[in-house]
Structures are given as C-alpha cells and as structure tokens.
Nanobody, 123 residues
C-alpha cells in the first residue's frame, strides 16, 4: 500500500489550500495524520484522525485554522488549511499507522508515509 499526497502550492498569507492523501488500498491503520517539516527543522505533528470513529486532534499552532477529515470509501484523508501564515511553509507529509491515542501525535505511531507535498505561504 502506498500513500499519495497532493494539493500543495504557493499561496499568500491568509489564503487557503486543501491537501489530499490517497491510499492505494486499505492500510489497516487506526490513525492517519499529517506532519510537516520546514527547512532546517524536525518533522512535526500537525493533525490526526482516527480511522474508525473520526476522533481528531490538532497541534496548537494550527488549531482553529486547519481541519482534518476523511473519506473511508476512497481511503483518502484531507487537510483543509485556512488563514495560512508564512510559518506554515513546509513540506507536508501524510502518514498511516496502527497508533494508539498516546502515540497518535508522534512519529513512532506511523509506519507508512507519503512522499510529501510542498506548501509555501508568502507574506
């Protein structure tokens, strides 16, 4: 199974983008998430969604601006990003794994990763 991320691009501050992450098949994962990595920084958690039930959790830095959602039938997860800021500029990665709640916001909760999509927010 592979994850294919798309939807990145260049946008002005205050604008919006929607990222998509399509799995090529059923991942068997409990959670799917988005992480991001800015140049010179470590990969950081952005948002996660439980595959069954839809429980979501967000990093404080994106809470109220980003929304994660899923379409089980399409094996796809989305990240709607509104009110974008220059500090949101990063490569965004989707991930899937058999995380539990305590690991759902950490890298070790995920073992399947997409290729990343660049998001650039200009000031």
């Amino acid at each position: 199974v592979q994850l294919q991320a798309s939807g990145g691009g260049l946008v002005q501050a205050g604008g919006s983008l929607r990222l998509s992450c399509a799995a090529s098949g059923r991942t068997g994962s409990t959670y799917m998430a988005w992480f991001r990595q800015a140049p010179g920084k470590e990969r950081e958690f952005v948002a996660t969604i439980r595959w069954n039930g839809g429980h979501t959790y967000y990093a404080d830095s994106v809470k109220g601006r980003f929304t994660i959602s899923k379409d089980n039938a399409k094996n796809t997860v989305y990240l709607q990003m509104n009110s974008l800021k220059p500090e949101d500029t990063a490569v965004y990665y989707c991930a899937a794994g058999r995380a539990i709640m305590s690991t759902s916001t950490t890298l070790r909760g995920y073992d399947l990763w997409g290729q990343g999509t660049q998001v650039t927010v200009s000031s």
